[in-house]
């Protein structure tokens, strides 16, 4: 992260400063107790948010630091702490007042690391305080590479193939498997020997109940029992479709014998006529009645008219006008009607006579109609029991030959035998899982003991991350015996890992390793800002902060010097501080770098 401005006021020994970037490398100069110290504590506790509030001068009712810093994308972000003696501490981000955890989640995103990282690459004692294990941990959060999947198996000759198949069947790259991948490889396969255990006791349980009941297991197998029970309840089926057929024919003989006593006796009635040609017959008659009829009515129609007619000319009056007196003779007229009227009703006596006798006819023939319809009904009620009989005849004596075969025995209790065989089945059952349990119990056993050292493999201390680790440790060493040479301190560092990471300390060209406490308070910063390089370097922190260097010999100084201001050095930071008491040695050394370093005094 880049700096732009940081102004810190009531703050330790500070009253008010405010500085504003122009190198890379800012040199804090002064007496002790002018600040140096209050800068970096200052600028430390502005971005993790670390706060204690002895902090604050005496006499001040606050404290307040702002660092104005570019992000990622080159924005400008604003950082306001304001740390009041008495009240709560107050976080503004861009000029808005947030919450303090929000605040630093948000600071932490611009670092790219976690606050708890951070402290680790800016602080100057990190190798008095951080554990072996705890530096192995950072190493191995930010080791970069990337391998194969054939590479990782041949960290561990020892695996055997199905050990390896299961591995592959969790990584879903072959081609580039990174540490974050080994971890969540490693937590994949503590979930799966979690259930693996888990099934482990299930069956183990299993197997026990099993023995503690003392079941007894039948040597005959499962389909042996599933033959001899279908065969069971085959000869069951048998026995009650028999019962049933029994059954069946004593009701069949009862409508027989039912039937042939109905029947007896009883025969057919034989007709000359069907019924339906007696009843065309009648229809006809009625067609042949219908035309006298209305002959006769026709017939009976004139003759009224003509005596209406005969009546009318026996009158005087004219017909059409009754004041007209008619003096005409009529009578020949008269005369001749009368005839035809005589002649109209000797006709009709002749109709009503046919009509009559066709009415005769038809009443007897519907009467015989009637006999002929009864006499059917009942040919065919009787044809139809007739030809019931016979069929119920042939069914009986069908289903008589098929009684009348095999015989099952009464006596046999098919359910009874059907239980028994079905308790063998279950006996059977249960004993050929109990053998399904054992030998599960032996594969889970197995795959729990791959899978222990899979996890062995690749936890944070096995093999896997080992193997990364010391591929990087010699890189760090090789760094390190650079950086040692060009600074020319007359010691050797060599990291190790121990229960994790730990370094030596050796006098140059010697086998002599030194403790932390024989070295001097120079050579404990020396160490202390080459391992904070190399975390830089992997962490990509980009900040360095070096307080008290002082304690430096002027050659190393120098050769310090030299080293930060160096642009293959300088690539891998934004800004580095550093604070010293300045002797006339320190001045001289420093003057020749008035171009590339920023001194606050």
């Known amino acids: 992260m880049i700096f732009t401005k940081i102004g810190i006021e009531n703050y330790r020994a500070i009253d008010h400063l405010e500085y504003e970037p122009q190198n890379r490398i800012a040199c804090l100069s002064g007496p002790n107790g002018r600040g140096k110290s209050s800068f970096f504590s200052a600028l430390y506790t502005g971005l993790t948010g670390n706060i204690d509030k002895t902090n604050v001068q005496n006499g001040k009712e606050y404290a307040e630091i702002q660092i104005e810093t570019l992000d990622r994308d080159q924005n400008m972000v604003s950082i306001l702490r304001k740390i009041p003696r008495q009240k709560p501490n107050q976080l503004k981000i ?57 590479q990782l198996l041949k960290f561990d000759p020892t695996l055997v193939e199905a050990e390896k198949n299961l591995l592959r069947a969790q990584v879903k790259d072959q081609n580039e498997i990174t540490i974050p991948d080994i971890k969540n490889i490693y937590k994949q396969f503590r979930d799966l020997d979690l259930s693996t255990k888990r099934e482990i006791e299930r069956l183990e349980a299993l197997i026990q109940t099993y023995i503690q009941e003392h079941h007894g297991a039948t040597t005959r197998t499962q389909e042996v029992i599933q033959a001899d029970l279908s065969k069971t309840s085959n000869l069951e089926a048998q026995y009650l479709a028999a019962e049933k057929r029994k059954k069946t024919n004593q009701q069949l003989l009862q409508i027989i014998q039912s039937l042939q006593t109905e029947l007896q006796g009883k025969k057919l009635v034989e007709l000359k006529y069907k019924s339906q040609d007696i009843y065309h017959y009648v229809q006809q008659l009625y067609n042949y009645k219908r035309p006298m009829e209305s002959q006769l009515r026709i017939n009976d129609n004139t003759i009224q008219k003509m005596n209406q007619y005969i009546a009318s000319m026996q009158k005087s009056q004219c017909p059409l006008h009754q004041d007209i007196v008619c003096q005409t003779d009529k009578s020949a007229v008269i005369r001749e009607m009368q005839n035809t009227i005589q002649s109209l009703q000797q006709n009709n006596l002749v109709i009503q006579s046919n009509i009559e006798k066709t009415e005769k006819t038809i009443t007897e023939y519907e009467a015989y109609y009637q006999k002929l319809l009864e006499a059917e009904k009942y040919n065919q009620e009787l044809s139809l029991k007739q030809n019931q009989l016979e069929e119920h005849k042939k069914v009986y004596q069908a289903s008589v030959q098929e009684t009348n075969g095999p015989k099952i025995s009464e006596n046999c209790d098919f359910k009874a035998k059907k239980d028994a065989l079905m308790m063998e089945f279950q006996e059977r059952l249960k004993y050929e899982q109990h053998l399904q349990s054992q030998n599960n119990l ?10 222990q050292k899979l996890i062995k493999f690749l936890a944070m201390d096995g093999i896997a991350i080992e193997k990364i680790t010391e591929y990087y440790l010699n890189l760090f060493n090789q760094t390190i015996a650079a950086r040692i040479q060009l600074l020319n301190i007359g010691l050797n560092i060599q990291f190790v890992l121990d229960d994790g990471i730990s370094y030596r300390v050796y006098k140059q060209g010697t086998n002599e390793c030194l403790e932390y406490e024989q070295l001097s308070t120079g050579e404990k910063k020396i160490i202390a800002f080459l391992i904070l390089d190399l975390l830089n370097i992997l962490s990509g922190a980009r900040l360095m902060f070096l307080d008290d260097l002082n304690d430096l010999d002027v050659q190393t100084f120098e050769h310090f010097i030299q080293m930060i201001t160096n642009p293959e050095f300088q690539k891998y930071y934004d800004h580095i501080f550093i604070g010293t008491v300045l002797n006339s040695d320190f001045r001289n050394v420093l003057s020749n770098y008035q171009n590339c370093i920023d001194f606050i005094y």
């Open 94 to 150: 861009n000029g808005k007042t947030t919450k303090i955890a929000d605040g630093n989640q948000f600071i932490s995103s611009i670092m790219n690391m976690p606050i708890s990282d951070f402290q680790i690459v800016t602080s100057s004692d990190v190798m008095t305080h951080l554990k072996p294990r705890e530096f192995s941990d950072f190493l191995v959060k930010y080791i970069p590479e990337k391998l194969n999947l054939d």
């Open 442 to 451: 032996k594969k889970q056993k197995e795959l729990h003991e791959y899978y």
